[in-house]
């Protein structure tokens, strides 16, 4: 990847000493459906309170049908919560914002446009002019180490390179929170490790929030100051990561005794989670 700069970065926005830059607070969530001619309720999220401090990477994960991926839809704006709020920077989340960029778990790219004009689509829709707009879309590309591949469209890419278009499209909006649902669960394993090493690179280079969800434990650890567990839509427990930040190479991470701690403790803590079915909350 290409050797990131500080400075070609615009700066975040301050917060107050202290303050979360994401706040989630008695977040509920509720969906309805109809069986057998009656509106059943299903709680999604039931009360969901965290913070996250401003550039803290938070892994969230938990047996299937927790309510992760509703929770960052919700986070996004994509989803409207039945009680309680999210906000960034202090400000109340009512709908999607430039505030907040979101990383798929496919990386959705617009199969007739190019790896360059995939980019530039978030900025075209911000508002951003050409020529700013390519030369925006050609440094994030670089960033991901992709400027090669800019005239490719997404049939000619590897899922690596469709992730990596990814990340630099949300990025290049220059979110303050990035948001990033199973980014890497669809990839091979040797892709998936060259890339969290590339996201931490990312991250030490610009110092964003993100809050990522993620099923694999070793992912969370590596990744995350901190990992939020959830079970039923609501949260568990909140695990605090002994790793040093910034990181440095990942096989190095993993010989460390905090990460072996910290793998345990999460493990203990999944391996008796029961898997959310539809039926829970039917009543």
Same mark, same amino acid.
């Given at each position: 990847?290409?050797?990131?700069?500080?400075?070609?970065?615009?700066?975040?926005?301050?917060?107050?000493?202290?303050?979360?830059?994401?706040?989630?607070?008695?977040?509920?969530?509720?969906?309805?459906?109809?069986?057998?001619?009656?509106?059943?309720?299903?709680?999604?999220?039931?009360?969901?309170?965290?913070?996250?401090?401003?550039?803290?990477?938070?892994?969230?994960?938990?047996?299937?049908?927790?309510?992760?991926?509703?929770?960052?839809?919700?986070?996004?704006?994509?989803?409207?919560?039945?009680?309680?709020?999210?906000?960034?920077?202090?400000?109340?989340?009512?709908?999607?914002?430039?505030?907040?960029?979101?990383?798929?778990?496919?990386?959705?790219?617009? *199969?007739?446009?190019?790896?360059? +004009?995939?980019? %530039? @689509? =978030?900025?075209?829709?911000?508002?951003?002019?050409?020529? $700013? !707009?390519?030369?925006?879309?050609?440094?994030?590309?670089?960033?991901?180490?992709?400027?090669?591949?800019?005239?490719?469209?997404?049939?000619?890419?590897?899922?690596?390179?469709?992730?990596?278009?990814?990340?630099?499209?949300?990025?290049?909006?220059?979110?303050?929170?990035?948001?990033?649902?199973?980014?890497?669960?669809?990839?091979?394993?040797?892709?998936?490790?060259?890339?969290?090493?590339?996201?931490?690179?990312?991250?030490?280079?610009?110092?964003?929030?993100?809050?990522?969800?993620?099923?694999?434990?070793?992912?969370?650890?590596?990744?995350?100051?901190?990992?939020?567990?959830?079970?039923?839509?609501?949260?568990?427990?909140?695990?605090?990561?002994?790793?040093?930040?910034?990181?440095? *190479?990942?096989?190095?991470?993993? +010989?460390?005794? %905090? @990460? =072996?701690?910290?793998?345990?403790?999460?493990?203990?803590? $999944? !391996?008796?989670?029961?898997?959310?079915?539809?039926?829970?909350?039917?009543?």
């Amino acid at each position: 990847m290409a050797a990131l700069q500080r400075d070609a970065w615009t700066a975040p926005a301050v917060l107050e000493a202290d303050a979360p830059h994401v706040s989630i607070t008695g977040l509920r969530k509720d969906f309805r459906i109809t069986i057998a001619g009656q509106s059943k309720r299903i709680p999604a999220l039931c009360g969901v309170d965290f913070a996250v401090r401003k550039g803290e990477i938070v892994a969230v994960t938990g047996a299937s049908g927790c309510g992760k991926t509703t929770l960052l839809r919700i986070i996004m704006g994509l989803e409207t919560a039945t009680a309680g709020e999210v906000r960034v920077s202090g400000k109340r989340v009512r709908g999607c914002g430039y505030d907040r960029g979101l990383v798929f778990q496919h990386a959705e790219l617009l *199969p007739w446009r190019t790896a360059l +004009a995939n980019i %530039e @689509f =978030g900025l075209m829709t911000k508002g951003i002019r050409q020529p $700013l !707009r390519r030369r925006t879309a050609e440094r994030f590309l670089a960033m991901v180490g992709l400027q090669n591949a800019r005239d490719r469209k997404p049939h000619q890419l590897s899922g690596g390179m469709k992730q990596r278009v990814g990340i630099a499209r949300a990025l290049a909006i220059e979110p303050e929170v990035l948001l990033m649902d199973e980014p890497f669960g669809a990839l091979d394993a040797q892709t998936r490790e060259s890339l969290q090493a590339e996201l931490l690179d990312i991250q030490a280079a610009t110092g964003k929030t993100i809050i990522i969800v993620t099923h694999d434990l070793d992912e969370a650890v590596l990744l995350a100051d901190r990992v939020v567990v959830m079970e039923r839509g609501a949260v568990k427990d909140i695990i605090e990561i002994g790793l040093p930040r910034p990181r440095g *190479p990942l096989a190095e991470m993993r +010989a460390r005794p %905090e @990460f =072996g701690r910290a793998r345990v403790h999460l493990w203990e803590l $999944l !391996r008796h989670l029961p898997e959310t079915k539809q039926e829970v909350g039917l009543r």
